[in-house]
């Protein structure tokens, strides 16, 4: 008989993560893989798996604890349930003969699943330590209406147990304006608690904003089956996140939008000749991986870019972690391919596909969505001339990319077919100005026009 100790995986730079629902009790047998606890940051939840198969023994958390990466959430007793189900220990786990009394064996479990990842380049979240609490800018925090007021239909309806109503009723928040981040979008104690905090607080994205209160006109109720049939669909739990996040980062960051085009005539046949090369070893590389290759040389060049906001203070950032919006069945969410300066196009194809492809499957962890120097988002597969991508908090940059198409362009003496790619830079005002994002986008055009120039 063994016994492991199960211990709160790697969570990122997330800590004192509340635990919002435990799904074992002592007693009950667990497969591995079967979710042991559900986590809740400020921006997803996570389901922490279990290591292995067993009978729980011990639990020691309980809803509302909260915990941090290496806390023990119960002691497994593994070979009861090989015994049991016919499941075995994981490999490394101590043989048996240690009975039930015996120290336990420490066990990891594997990485949270996130349920809800983080929003697209503009709709990503940020790091707790790194952004504004959660809802943001959704609602604008305009006075509390008076308790009788807020119950509303839309009160009544909010998804939120007794507790949490009254905790609301008390502090006179109106439950429908508050994005729940709980299981099916129900509203936690914490949702509240951040809504309450984001009304009285002075946004944290710099002095420009301090005093900022927007008046805005109620949002126009309508009856819509007046007008014929229609059907009503809740928005889902992905897109309540990234929604506030959205609101916020647009509300908040004085945007500005630089559009480009770049020569890849000859980036376009060296990337065809390269899938020629490396069909064989299934690699393919697309545009993307080219332009964040570029986007590390004109960070380099442009620190600023490479930067985010913290008050009165610019935190330059030494590392070239880029993030890319991937697009999921779920909604977007802007997995980090790290250390892009260290890495070719080759490896950096390959993560941003095995990214994606964990992104599209829902098993992106919550470290894989952190830490971007600045993010990209590529519409080139889908179509488009150019569009205005929204910051991505606390990043203060995000570059669109557009599909490619042959145009005229003059050389001096005639029109010649070019292959064009349209750059959509938009940047944060208060950070970057018009001149240096137009050198950022010229540079960069230069880069994909001529890679050659990225060794400089
Ligand atoms: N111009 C023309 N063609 C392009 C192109 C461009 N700029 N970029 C990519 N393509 C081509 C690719 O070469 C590929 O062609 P083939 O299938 O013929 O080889 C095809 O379009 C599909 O590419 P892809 O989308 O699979 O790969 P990618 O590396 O370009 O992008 C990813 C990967 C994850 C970014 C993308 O799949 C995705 O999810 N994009 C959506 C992002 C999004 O929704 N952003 C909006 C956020 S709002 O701010």
Known sequence: ????????????????????????????????????????????????????????????????????????????????????????????????????????????????????????????????????????????????????????????????????????????????????????????QADVQGFVKQAMSAPAGGASMRGAVLDLAPWPKVDFAKFGPVEVKPLPRIKKISGANLARNWVMIPHVTQFDEADITDLEALRVEINKENEQAGIKVTLLAFVMKGCVAALKKFPDFNASLDGDNLVLKKYFHLGFAADTPNGLVVPVVRDCDKKGVLQIAQETAALAAKAREGKLTPAEMQGGSMSISSLGGIGGTAFTPIINAPEVAVLGVSRSARKPVWDGTQFVPRLMVPLSLSYDHRVIDGATAARFTAYLGALLADMRRAML
Request: aromatic share 2%.
């Open 1 to 188: 008989m063994s016994t492991l100790e199960i211990k709160v995986p790697d969570i990122g730079d997330f800590k004192d993560v509340p635990i919002i629902e435990v799904f074992v009790k002592p007693g009950d047998a667990v497969k591995a893989e079967d979710p042991l606890i559900s986590l809740e940051s400020d921006k997803a939840t996570m389901d922490v798996p279990s290591p292995a198969a067993g009978t729980v023994k011990d639990l020691k958390v309980k809803v509302g604890d909260r915990v941090s990466q290496g806390k023990v959430i119960l002691v497994l007793d593994a070979a009861a349930a090989a015994d049991g189900n016919g499941a075995t220990a994981p490999s490394g786990a101590p043989a048996g003969g240690n009975g039930a009394s015996a120290a336990a064996a420490a066990a990891p479990a594997p990485p949270p699943v996130t349920k809800a990842a983080e929003p697209a380049p503009s709709e990503q979240a940020a790091p707790p330590r790194e952004a504004p609490a959660a809802p943001a800018a959704a609602p604008a925090p305009a006075p509390a209406p008076a308790p009788a007021q807020i119950e509303s239909e839309a009160f009544k309806k909010a998804h939120a147990s007794p507790s949490v109503r009254k905790f609301a009723r008390e502090l006179g928040v109106d439950l429908s304006r508050v994005p729940g981040s709980g299981p099916k979008g129900r509203i936690l």
